[in-house]
């Protein structure tokens, strides 16, 4: 398989990004942001359907929308935890909106399924260049911020007490996760965000609780679930987001039994 190119791109572009996912995702369910992760993904993409109707690439619409979106959700705070419902609405007036402007720009609604539904098949190599810097500029981020974030999650009192700005801890964390949804859509979609957010950090923090193993971990097991769904996709034919969260699933299951 690895004779065609555009099974070398999704390889390489399924790796960049599960690695991001698994590192990101495990702060995420960490700090209990699952749900606005999941959001950040149907704002992403009004911003990618938004960005056709005006005529540039729905990659940076998509981009621009959720780290602006990642930005007011972190400024938020703490009391981001309790708005769920807020978030929900956000939510689905998002996918509403973008709905919308798919109604508006019908040339375009019949390549809606890549982007609810991800295709890591059709990635360029311009577009792997872009996942490429965006991997790379958000796990600088995110290690520049580390500690803080650390502290700011297990210990909020105590960081504040300390001269922590718990909020703007929130903002940098929630653009990075917002960058990290981003290149995630490209591979599972809009729709399939929780499948390499979620599902691999939640698998590490069922195994162990030592943050250094818990990440590599977590990396590890997006990284496997992805390139496993790339391979089985090929030779099955079946759709690659199907066979990552069917994978996904799999490996979250048996840490629950490991974990008992």
């Keep these: 398989m690895f004779e065609y190119d555009f099974m070398v791109n999704a390889f390489a572009a399924s790796g960049i990004v599960a690695v991001l996912a698994g590192i990101v995702g495990y702060f995420l369910v960490?700090?209990?942001?699952?749900?606005?992760?999941?959001?950040?993904?149907?704002?992403?993409?009004?911003?990618?359907?938004g960005a056709v109707l005006v005529g540039i690439s729905p990659l940076w619409g998509m981009i621009g929308f959720t780290l602006a979106a990642g930005l007011s959700m972190g400024a938020l705070g703490e009391r981001l935890a309790g708005r769920d419902v807020a978030i929900g609405v956000v939510l689905s007036l998002s996918?509403?909106?973008?709905?919308?402007?798919?109604?508006?720009?019908?040339?375009?609604?019949?390549?809606v399924t890549s982007l609810l539904f991800g295709n890591v098949l059709g990635v360029t190599v311009e577009t792997l260049v872009i996942l490429a810097?965006?991997?790379a500029a958000s796990l600088i981020a995110l290690g520049a911020i580390m500690r803080p974030l650390l502290f700011a999650t297990l210990q909020p009192e105590l960081a504040e007490a300390?001269?922590?700005?718990?909020?703007?801890?929130?903002?940098?964390?929630?653009?990075?996760?917002?960058?990290?949804?981003?290149?995630?859509?490209?591979?599972v979609g809009v729709l399939l965000v929780f499948?390499?957010?979620?599902?691999?950090?939640?698998?590490?923090?069922?195994?162990?609780?030592?943050?250094?193993?818990?990440?590599?971990?977590?990396?590890?097991f997006a990284l496997g679930q992805a390139w496993l769904g790339v391979t089985l996709a090929f030779y099955t034919?079946?759709?690659?987001?199907?066979w990552i969260t069917a994978l996904a699933a799999l490996v979250y299951c048996a840490s629950l039994l490991a974990r008992r």
């Design 30 to 49: 960490m700090r209990g942001q699952t749900f606005a992760g999941h959001a950040l993904s149907h704002v992403g993409f009004t911003g990618a359907t």
């Design 95 to 111: 996918l509403g909106c973008g709905l919308l402007f798919l109604h508006f720009f019908t040339a375009y609604a019949t390549q």
């Design 133 to 135: 810097c965006i991997g």
């Design 162 to 187: 300390k001269g922590v700005s718990l909020r703007f801890v929130s903002m940098l964390f929630l653009a990075i996760a917002a960058l990290a949804v981003a290149a995630c859509t490209q591979i």
């Design 195 to 220: 499948t390499l957010m979620v599902g691999p950090a939640a698998a590490a923090q069922n195994l162990t609780m030592r943050l250094s193993r818990g990440i590599p971990l977590a990396a590890l």
């Design 237 to 242: 034919d079946w759709p690659t987001s199907f």
